[in-house]
């Protein structure tokens, strides 16, 4: 496999065709990060996305299909038990910042490719060394350890918090009620 994107997964002894536009993953992270969602229904989104017919899963290859697929999104990395590291990145949130630093590793605008495959995409992602994306990936990155700034971080994060700082999404009951209380205090 050694050279080559993969295009299918195996699940229940059987080659299924996936997509692997990146595109296509990116909506899978967007549900992901859908707070309405539960943890079953964005498993459920991710195998009608990724999973060219997922009607072909039998039941009770889910669990199966869904690690294949969490390795595809990987891109081959074995996910290890450990705690989740606190979020420093947002796919949504950072989309101004983060195209313009992928298209520079790239020397192109990757969303006017007809087609890229995820890992290509991701190998672009991971070779990002400066610029806005990562001076704001940085930063979060040092507050999220507790880390002092040095005194330009700091400078640059008051100037852009709004930037910096990971938006909480909130699920509709969540953001009613916090609507609410707004409406209260004024």
């Not at 017919?53 to 869904?66: F, H, L, N, R, T």
């Not at 891109?75 to 606190?86: F, I, L, V, Y």
């Not at 990145?89 to 590793?105: G, H, S, Y």
């Amino acid at each position: 496999m050694i050279g080559r994107l993969p295009t299918t997964l195996e699940v229940a002894g059987k080659r299924m065709e996936i997509r692997t536009d990146f595109r296509d993953v990116l909506v899978i992270m967007q549900a992901f990060n859908d707070p309405d969602l539960l943890p079953e229904e964005k498993y459920e989104v991710m195998l009608k996305i990724l999973f060219m017919d997922p009607e072909e899963i039998p039941g009770s290859a889910y669990p199966e299909a869904v690690r294949q697929a969490l390795w595809f999104l990987d891109c081959g990395q074995e996910a290890d038990d450990k705690k989740p590291p606190r979020k420093v990145m947002d796919w949504e949130q950072d989309e101004p910042i983060l195209f313009p630093a992928i298209n520079k590793v790239a020397g192109r605008e990757v969303r006017a490719a007809e087609y890229m495959h995820w890992w290509t995409f991701m190998g672009y992602f991971m070779e990002i060394d400066d610029g806005t994306f990562s001076m704001v990936l940085g930063i979060r990155q040092k507050r999220a350890r507790g880390k002092n700034l040095e005194k330009w971080e700091k400078e640059f994060y008051q100037a852009n918090k709004a930037m910096c700082d990971i938006k909480t999404k909130y699920t509709a009951e969540e953001q009613e009620e916090i609507d609410y209380w707004n409406k209260l205090l004024g």
